[in-house]
């Protein structure tokens, strides 16, 4: 099956520090999301990005769908960016069918 | 911002009963899914709808029963629960597949002891 894998695992920041996130995937993506969990568990999503750059904000994600990869660049980062961001493929073409990566866990320290 | 609601928050269940968790969505949105969490995983596809009566299987839907009775209503049932469906349920809807952006509820933390 597909197969979404992301790196870092954790990431420990000062405040202002950027971070940079990566998202691999095994099979060809027709969606690509990328969610933000806060600690106490909700889940929101930032951006969808299936292919090319796009930003929002503090966010930017790359997504280079032929080498099945993404990557998510948060800039100037705040204490309140901290949580675990996850990132989840659709490969069934029709029925946003999401498999997600186990995310990354990022700490900004004041 | 699309408006899904899950109940209960929080369940405590007992191996061998039956737990039925709910959903409901005000949007208008076509498709409902049904998610689980793992503590320090990402999400599970359980099971999606996208009409009314009618469920299809996502990638884990053993031990799991879903309904969809309304455009508006998805329910996850587990006929007899086990220790291993311990986890926090997500369920989430979209306008339509595709590319359509996914909205999640506040998800529902089951304990089956």
């Known amino acids: ?110 | 911002e699309a408006a899904v609601t899950q109940s209960p928050r929080s369940k405590v269940a007992v191996t061998g009963g039956k737990v039925t968790l709910s959903c409901h969505q005000t949007n208008n949105h076509d498709y409902m899914y049904w998610y689980r969490q793992d503590t320090g995983h990402g999400l599970r596809l359980i099971h999606y709808s996208y009409v009314a009566d009618s469920t299809e299987k996502g990638d884990i839907p053993d031990g799991y029963k879903a309904s969809r009775p309304s455009q508006e209503n998805f329910s996850l049932i587990l006929e007899l629960a086990s220790l291993s469906q311990t986890a926090v349920y997500f369920c989430a809807s979209s306008d339509r597949g595709g590319q359509d952006t996914q909205y999640f509820g506040p998800g529902t933390r089951l304990l089956v002891l």
């Open chain 1, 1 to 110: 099956g597909q197969q979404v894998q992301q790196s870092p695992a954790s990431l420990v920041l000062q405040e202002g520090e950027n971070a940079e996130l990566q998202c691999n995937f095994s099979s060809t993506a027709t969606q690509l999301q990328w969610f933000y969990q806060s600690p106490g568990g909700s889940l929101v999503s930032l951006l969808s990005n299936p292919s090319g750059t796009k930003h929002t904000g503090r966010l930017t994600s790359t997504t280079v769908t032929k080498e099945r990869r993404s990557s998510l660049h948060i800039s100037s980062s705040q204490t309140t960016d901290s949580g675990t961001y996850l990132c989840a493929i659709d490969a069934s073409g029709s029925f946003n069918k999401l498999t997600f990566g186990a995310g990354t866990r990022l700490a900004v320290c004041p």
